[in-house]
């Protein structure tokens, strides 16, 4: 099966500071991975995903890295505002088995 | 507006009653699924539904019923709940099972 843990379950931050959320898996067959965002009384939505094959993929103001030797995913968030506060859950597939496991989640914390 | 809509947002009721959740999708995605989110706990995959079809049933409790009628619409039947039942349960959908999921806000649901 497939495990996924986050280092930290908080991360505070000034404004304008870049942000760095980081997640590990345990499968090393798992080759697909997504970023989520969740803020406060709404459903986690989508943020960006890499796949296997790629190492760093940008978004807007967002980078996911993938470390496939050490099993390792990091989201950067650049210039973080205030309305980056929420938590972020990084999920990871095994598309032999086409489900996705989530980690439990940092809570990004973004003050002026 | 997510593109997946859930109702009822919030849910009260007792261990004796039966009621159930909503989910429909406006997307055109052909995969369903219902998770459970719990406070400090990844969020735990219940059932999936690829063409109407139920592929996955995560070890559930038979008091949570799931209905899938069309690829479209999802319910979830609730009856003789426990109080550790309450949680927040989110409703998603994908276009296929290697790709994003989209989630609704869902019902946050406490069991009294």
């Known amino acids: 099966g497939e495990s996924v843990g986050l280092h930290l379950p908080t991360l505070s931050v000034q404004e304008g500071d870049n942000s760095i959320i980081n997640c590990a898996y345990s499968?090393?067959?798992?080759?697909?991975f997504i970023w989520y965002k969740q803020e406060s009384g709404k459903g986690p939505q989508f943020i960006i995903d890499?796949?296997?094959?790629?190492d760093k993929r940008q978004g807007q103001r967002v980078t996911v890295l993938l470390n496939k030797t050490v099993k390792h995913l990091s989201l950067q968030i650049a210039a973080t505002q205030p309305g980056d506060s929420a938590v972020y859950f990084c999920a990871v597939m095994n598309s032999g088995y086409s489900t996705l496991t989530f980690g439990k989640g940092t809570m990004l914390l973004v003050s002026p | 507006e997510t593109g997946v809509t859930q109702t009822p947002r919030h849910l009260v009721m007792g261990m004796t009653n039966k009621k159930s959740l909503k989910c429909e999708q406006h997307l055109g995605h052909n995969a369903m699924y219902w998770y459970k989110q719990s406070a400090k706990k990844p969020l735990e995959l219940m059932f999936v539904?690829?063409?109407?079809?139920?592929?996955e049933n995560n070890s559930v409790p038979s008091r949570f019923s799931p209905e899938c009628p069309n690829s479209s619409h999802l319910f979830l039947h609730l009856h003789t709940l426990q109080p550790e039942d309450s949680a927040l349960y989110l409703c998603?959908?994908?276009?296929?099972?290697?790709?994003?999921?989209?989630f609704g806000n869902g019902t946050r649901l406490t069991v009294t």
């Open positions: 499968n090393s067959a798992s080759d697909y």
């Open positions: 539904y690829n063409f109407k079809e139920q592929t």
């Open positions: 998603a959908s994908s276009p296929l099972n290697n790709s994003p999921l989209h």
């Open positions: 890499i796949r296997s094959n790629m």
